[in-house]
């Protein structure tokens, strides 16, 4: 069985500082590793996904991710917030080979202030 | 290419009616989910179809729900009757190579 835990169900940055948004994974097997974004009334939007191979993985609008199998971790960073990053991140492991089968974590709001 | 439409987008209810939700996925995607979404809770899998057979619905409250994808294309989901705990954004993605692309979901209120 799989699972995620999100660390910090809110998360509160101001402009301009680094974004961080923690996410530990469980699986029994080698997973595939993702992030979503959700805007408000929005579905959700791939931001980047871990497979195989290099272990740091770099999305859209800036944000990238490092895969850390000894720390069962999947942290979501980028390096300056802008206020249209406001949004709830949702991290989702599955089992390798398939996209398929999404476990998704509770859901990390980030609030990006002045 | 046109993404994932889902129709309506709000729908409010009283407890013990019926609602019925329609996804039209991307063109050419084999493979259609159903999620709901609770409020503060992470998307949770109801149905996956491939083409028109389910190839999961171990997580559907088949006691009330229903879902249907007769020609491959387009999927409803059924709730009936509705309780408050349905209460939740119902959210369609479909994929192709695996990469699931989510509509914007339906909100229901169930009062």
């Known amino acids: 069985a799989q699972s995620v835990t999100q660390l910090g169900s809110h998360v509160s940055v101001s402009e301009g500082a680094l974004v961080l948004l923690r996410c530990n994974y469980s699986?029994?097997?080698?997973?595939?590793l993702f992030w979503y974004v959700q805007y408000p009334n929005q579905g959700l939007q791939l931001l980047l996904k871990y497979t195989t191979g290099a272990t740091l993985v770099k999305g859209i609008n800036g944000f990238e991710a490092e895969f850390k199998k000894s720390e069962t971790s999947f942290h979501l960073t980028k390096p300056s917030a802008h206020m249209s990053d406001a949004a709830e991140y949702f991290c989702?492991?599955?089992?390798?080979?398939?996209?398929?089968?999404?476990?998704f974590g509770t859901g990390t709001r980030l609030q990006v202030t002045l | 290419e046109a993404g994932v439409a889902q129709s309506p987008r709000y729908k409010i209810i009283e407890k013990r009616q019926s609602v019925a939700f329609w996804c039209n996925p991307i063109s050419g995607h084999a493979t259609l989910y159903w999620y709901q979404q609770i409020l503060g809770q992470g998307p949770k899998l109801l149905i996956q179809f491939q083409n028109n057979g389910v190839v999961d619905d171990s997580q559907l409250p088949k006691d009330r729900f229903s879902a249907e994808r007769l020609k491959g294309v387009d999927s409803t989901l059924k709730i009936q009757p509705a309780k408050l705990e349905d209460s939740a954004v119902y959210l369609c993605a479909s994929s192709l190579d695996g990469w699931q692309y989510f509509g914007p979901g339906t909100r229901l209120t169930v009062t």
């Open positions: 699986s029994s097997v080698p997973p595939y």
């Open positions: 989702a492991v599955s089992e390798t080979g398939t996209a398929s089968k999404l476990t």
